[in-house]
């Protein structure tokens, strides 16, 4: 006798409790999943806020942020100013800004409003291996070529100095800003442009008058990613800007940044529950808000200013 | 319909082709389009009437791999040799969808003087209201010309990139069926405003309703394959159809 549809579906039906059961506890494990992260996140900023609260009863908050020497290692006077961690680390921000915006903004125009879809689709993935490859790699790379090319322009060049990883960090951050950016541009509808076009608008014009005000708000929040990426950036400053506190923007001296201070340390023998042990996570806090704030920011301006085509 | 033999041409078109790659999308076309006249483009769908009229102002360009053969005149300059940012601020284009650029309503219509150097504010402020106006759309957004052009409905939003083309000051209008995407009160109302821009300039409207057609042209040129069949005064047309095609794409056969 042939065997209906009707009746097979009927015949799998009976198997049904079994599947639902599945079909009420996969929700739980999807949820339970998600919460995993958020758990680990909460962690993570109670961990730094403990160890953070044990250095403020060694050292008084407001020394810490207006203090501007950072001496944890000296024996009989130690003071522990953040500023000078904070100007290296905007120091090498701000180097690292200037080359990726320029390169990373001309690109994803190139990519977006001028390359064929052929060199696009050749291009956009060799500018992502850029992403892929590993900081250890960009620090050797800022050590033994960047500083010693550098040094044929500035010749009192130090071998550790806040210029070369400051480019070599901007060039790392620049496939973000180019690949986000170009996505946002990509986002104005092509009749947006045509509209343009009949009106008697340049290619040139067209990018700049309507394409780059009209994915502004995702160009912003690649380029503030991008600055939190450098101001995050760890191992390329470790390896090459030396560390060595300095306040002010001095690019061509060695400094220390947040981050690398805290690989000094961790590198170290800090003893457990010392000061110095405590205030790489006053550093690490410091640096997390900053982060915080920036991420923040970026969200906030791509909401802002978003376009809904 | 009145004679149209003895105005000024705007367009004269001779043995006109065009390719997208192989295909071959417009055939052996030659028209002479008069000036300050109303001329539709009918046809079934992919006939090329988008593409003709966009021959005209050079747009059909941006895609790549297109090809064209013959001559087009615009005003007895040949538009190859014309430089093409000056040939299309003499002639302006409304799309079948609205195209509204993401800014205020006023950013949009000073955007075209803005891009070919009128900066003065005041010259500014005359032409966005001259134009508002020129749109039938002034009074409806004179309060609130800061805000972004999005917010408003679909026939508002089509009558900005009409006052944005009509800033320019062009010549003439190319419309690509610039009803399709309205509800039918918008529609009137576009349709009553092409009424009015007919006293100054020349528009040839592409669209696939025949009673828009009939309503608001002085000629009607029937596209199909590519190929003119037939182009001649509307009401002619529409009574006494020379062509059998012609015939039997007006009275609903196919299409």
Redesign the interface.
């Known amino acids: 006798m042939k065997i209906t549809i009707r009746e097979r579906i009927k015949k799998n039906k009976a198997k049904q409790s079994y599947q639902n059961t599945i079909e009420k506890a996969m929700p739980l494990l999807f949820f339970l999943m998600a919460s995993l992260s958020i758990l680990v996140t909460l962690g993570i900023i109670y961990t730094l806020l403990r160890e953070t609260i044990m250095f403020f009863t060694h050292i008084s908050l407001f020394d810490f942020i207006t203090g501007t020497e950072w001496y944890p290692f000296f024996e009989n006077n130690p003071s522990y100013g953040i500023w000078p961690l904070l100007s290296g680390t905007f120091t090498i921000a701000i180097i690292a800004m200037l080359v990726a915006v320029p390169i990373g903004l001309a690109s994803a125009i190139y990519l977006s409003e001028y390359a064929s879809d052929r060199s696009r689709r050749i291009l956009k993935p060799i500018l992502e291996v850029l992403a892929g490859v590993p900081t250890v790699v960009y620090g050797l790379f800022a050590l033994t070529f960047v500083t010693p090319l550098m040094q044929t322009f500035v010749t009192d060049l130090p071998i550790f100095n806040a210029l070369s990883p400051g480019i070599v960090v901007g060039i790392m951050i620049i496939p973000q800003i180019t690949s986000l950016s170009q996505e946002a541009m990509n986002a104005v509808p092509q009749s947006v442009r045509d509209g343009a076009y009949a009106l008697g608008a340049t290619r040139l014009e067209v990018a700049l008058k309507i394409v780059i005000p009209g994915s502004f708000s995702g160009i912003v929040s690649s380029l503030v990613l991008g600055l939190s990426r450098a101001i995050g950036e760890t191992m390329i400053v470790s390896t090459a800007a030396g560390s060595t506190p300095n306040l002010g923007f001095t690019p061509t001296e060695s400094i220390q940044t947040m981050t690398s201070y805290i690989v000094q340390v961790s590198m170290g023998d800090a003893t457990f529950g010392s000061t110095i042990y405590y205030s790489i996570y006053a550093v690490g806090m410091t640096l997390f808000l900053f982060t915080l704030i920036m991420n923040i920011l970026a969200n906030h301006i791509s909401r802002k200013y978003r376009e809904v085509y | 319909m009145n004679n149209s033999e003895n105005k000024s041409l705007v367009y004269s078109i001779k043995d006109l082709n065009l390719w997208y790659g192989d295909t071959k999308a417009l055939k052996n076309i030659s028209i002479d389009i008069p000036e300050k006249e109303v001329i539709a483009i009918i046809g079934p769908s992919g006939c090329g009437k988008s593409t003709f009229i966009k021959t005209l102002?050079r747009?059909v360009e941006?895609v790549?791999s297109v090809k064209t053969e013959g001559s087009i005149h615009y005003k007895k300059l040949d538009i190859k040799k014309a430089k093409?940012?000056?040939?299309?601020?003499e002639v302006?284009?409304v799309?079948q969808?609205p195209?509204?650029?993401?800014?205020s309503i006023y950013d949009n219509i000073a955007?075209?003087p803005r891009?070919?150097g009128i900066k003065d504010k005041k010259t500014l402020d005359e032409v966005v209201e001259r134009s508002l106006r020129g749109a039938a759309l002034w009074e409806e957004v004179k309060d609130r010309l800061d805000e972004n052009a999005?917010g408003l409905s679909g026939g508002q939003q089509q009558r900005v990139?009409i006052a944005?083309?009509l800033a320019?000051e062009p010549d003439v209008i190319l419309m690509d069926e610039p009803t399709s995407a309205l509800d039918p009160l918008s529609t009137a109302k576009i349709e009553d405003l092409i009424h009015e821009l007919r006293k100054n300039y020349s528009i040839i409207i592409v669209t696939h309703n025949m009673q828009q057609a009939a309503r608001i042209s002085d000629k009607t040129a029937f596209f199909l394959n590519g190929e003119v069949i037939e182009f001649d005064a509307t009401e002619r047309m529409y009574s006494n159809p020379k062509d059998k095609r012609t015939d039997d794409y007006i009275s609903g056969k196919f299409g």
């Open positions: 102002n747009m941006l790549p093409v940012e000056s040939l299309r601020t302006g284009m799309f969808k195209n509204p650029f993401p800014k955007y075209g891009i070919h999005f990139c944005r083309a320019v």
